[in-house]
Antibody, heavy 116, light 110 residues
Framework: EEQLVESGGGLVQPGGSLRLSCAASGFALSNYYMHWVRQAPGKGLVWVSRINVDGSATNYADSVKDRFTISRDNAKNTLYLQMNNVRAEDTAVYFC?????????WGQGTMVTVSS | QSVLTQPPAASGTPGQRVTISCSGSRFNIGSNSVHWYQHLPGTAPKLIMFSSSQRPSGIPDRFSGSKSGTSASLAISRLQSEDEADYYCATWDDSLNGVIFGGGTKLTVL
């Protein structure tokens, strides 16, 4: 069964850092573009970032540009999101997803709470 | 405020047909395919329509999609209680160079 499982969420102070992971199983991550999407409490889905198959090209939403970094380790079948200088407005469930532009497969999400 | 505009809410009774609209611009819907997702709180979003009108395997034919110019729509016929969920349209935006989602439409089955 093809599956994505996020981890690494938790409570972090404003200005702090956190790294999210997304472990893929049942398929080779190296064949796919990957995304991060988030959903703040009571709000809608918001795209965060995308990475191409070998990690040589990335795209970011303006709200996270220069603070977040998407990366991947195809040998470990794992996608990452390094979150630096986090803000209260980064509080959300973070989902990873598979696909070039269409996200065909989603993980269940991991909650990130930014609070002092 | 989302770049793609959806009505915040829609409703219908079992057996009815409902339509959810998604309005954008020439930079997004006007030049790229539209995708639709169904989302229940606490679960993973589910792709129910891609390339504007294609259903993934396992999605019933009660769901249909269309696109015209800078707008798209999702129609759900023979509405069932299990269709109650949040629905999001999404596409690539050539000016933002990223994926954009609509604000979401909460569908209530009365």
């Amino acid at each position: 069964e093809e599956q994505l499982v996020e981890s690494g969420g938790g409570l972090v102070q404003p200005g702090g850092s956190l790294r999210l992971s997304c472990a893929a199983s049942g398929f080779a991550l190296s064949n796919y573009y990957m995304h991060w999407v988030r959903q703040a409490p009571g709000k809608g889905l918001v795209w965060v970032s995308r990475i191409n198959v070998d990690g040589s090209a990335t795209n970011y939403a303006d709200s996270v540009k220069d603070r977040f970094t998407i990366s991947r380790d195809n040998a470990k079948n794992t996608l990452y999101l390094q979150m630096n200088n986090v803000r209260a407005e980064d509080t959300a469930v973070y989902f990873c997803g598979r696909g070039p532009n269409t996200i065909f497969l989603w993980g269940q999400g991991t909650m990130v709470t930014v609070s002092s | 405020q989302s770049v793609l505009t959806q009505p915040p809410a829609a409703s219908g009774t079992p057996g009815q047909r409902v339509t959810i609209s998604c309005s954008g611009s020439r930079f997004n819907i006007g030049s790229n395919s539209v995708h639709w997702y169904q989302h229940l709180p606490g679960t993973a979003p589910k792709l129910i329509m891609f390339s504007s009108s294609q259903r993934p395997s396992g999605i019933p034919d009660r769901f249909s999609g269309s696109k015209s110019g800078t707008s798209a729509s999702l129609a759900i016929s023979r509405l069932q209680s299990e269709d109650e969920a949040d629905y999001y349209c999404a596409t690539w935006d050539d000016s933002l160079n990223g994926v954009i989602f609509g604000g979401g439409t909460k569908l209530t089955v009365l």
